[in-house]
């Protein structure tokens, strides 16, 4: 049985989706010459300035193209759902966004990423542009805190996105942009609960089976299996689980600071975030840590997968300032 989704055919849909952003956000986004699977922001990149390039697979909106802007991401290349972009748009979105600084690339580790991001990094190199990459590893249920390196990049790639962002807008060194990148990433942790699969627009096949009174703790934002198949329980439950993992491997003492993300999937309503935020920050109050500012939406999403994630970073004064510090993006703003 397949399942319902308002498209055409499913090869044209990330291109077609393409044209439908570029219609509704001509005053932040143009393409590369004319290549919709490489987008630049119109008043992001400029002399002197640190470019920064993301990108990934289709099927994440707003991640990636929906963080392209001033203040934020000069460039995202577009990949097919849930598939790494190919190293030309890459490196069409790096020429476009280098402004003699250097060129910082950002997005999750993910291997096919890795290796076409790298591809493109060293053909880029040849024409003298100096290319940097930090990797997100947010998703703390993916591997133990010994193997970081392994661990996915999800959803609490827009804090680090957004940290990077800020460093380039302020005209920092490539070297800075890269440290706080980095930064970043070390205090951005994230675990997400799946209640129901995905179908791919090609195959409008469920991706996975799950039960009708189950949930899965940790699931990827592809559909890879996380760390617990469990019976469902009730949002402050739910909270209560991750919250547990998150607070122990943030080890932040009190008087500490945060942000805090609680991210749609992609089919849970924000009546469902809202319940979950609630109990977020009541958790967060009793163990004396101060909520310096909370995002409740749809901010990585895996098309339409029932479920959410939360996302804590850990912020210092460098990391709040970058937090702050203004963008206009296509899809998200600070003011």
């Excluded at 509704?24 to 390039?53: I, M």
């Excluded at 748009?89 to 966004?97: D, G, V």
């Excluded at 999750?108 to 990459?133: H, L, P, Q, S």
């Amino acid at each position: 049985m397949q399942t319902k989704k308002i498209i055409n055919n499913g090869d044209d849909a990330v291109d077609e989706m393409v044209e439908g952003i570029l219609a509704a956000h001509s005053d932040t986004l143009r393409p590369v010459g004319g290549n919709l699977r490489a987008l630049v922001a119109k008043n992001g990149p400029r002399p002197g300035k640190v470019g920064l390039v993301i990108g990934g697979g289709s099927g994440h909106e707003p991640s990636f193209v929906g963080f392209v802007g001033k203040g934020l991401a000069d460039a995202a290349a577009i990949g097919n759902v849930f598939a790494s972009p190919p190293p030309d748009p890459i490196m069409e979105c790096t020429k476009a966004a280098d402004g003699g600084a250097g060129v910082l690339y950002m997005y999750g580790n993910y291997a096919g990423d890795v290796m076409n991001f790298d591809m493109a990094a060293e053909m880029i190199g040849m024409d003298g542009i100096e290319v940097r990459t930090v990797l997100t590893t947010d998703d703390i249920a993916s591997a133990p805190p010994a193997e970081r390196h392994k661990r996915r990049g999800v959803a609490g790639n827009f804090f680090v996105f957004k940290a990077a962002g800020a460093a380039c807008d302020m005209m920092l060194s490539l070297d800075e942009c890269e440290r706080i990148a980095r930064k970043a990433n070390d205090r951005t942790f994230t675990i997400g609960v799946a209640l129901g699969a995905c179908s791919l627009p090609q195959t409008r096949k469920w991706n996975f089976e799950m039960g009708p009174d189950e949930m899965e703790v940790g699931m990827g934002i592809h559909g890879e299996p996380g760390i617990a198949r469990e019976p469902l329980q009730s949002a402050d439950q739910i909270v209560d689980r991750i919250m547990d993992q998150l607070l122990a491997e943030m080890d932040a003492p009190k008087g500490s600071k945060v942000a805090v993300l609680v991210n749609s999937l992609g089919s849970t309503p924000l009546m469902e975030l809202y319940i979950m935020n609630r109990r977020v920050h009541r958790r967060l109050a009793d163990a004396r840590i101060e909520t310096h500012r909370t995002f409740v939406g749809t901010y990585c999403s895996s098309l339409e997968m029932a479920g959410a994630s939360i996302t804590l970073i850990h912020l210092d004064d460098e990391l709040q300032r970058m937090l702050d510090h203004p963008c206009d993006c296509a899809m998200f703003q600070v003011k």
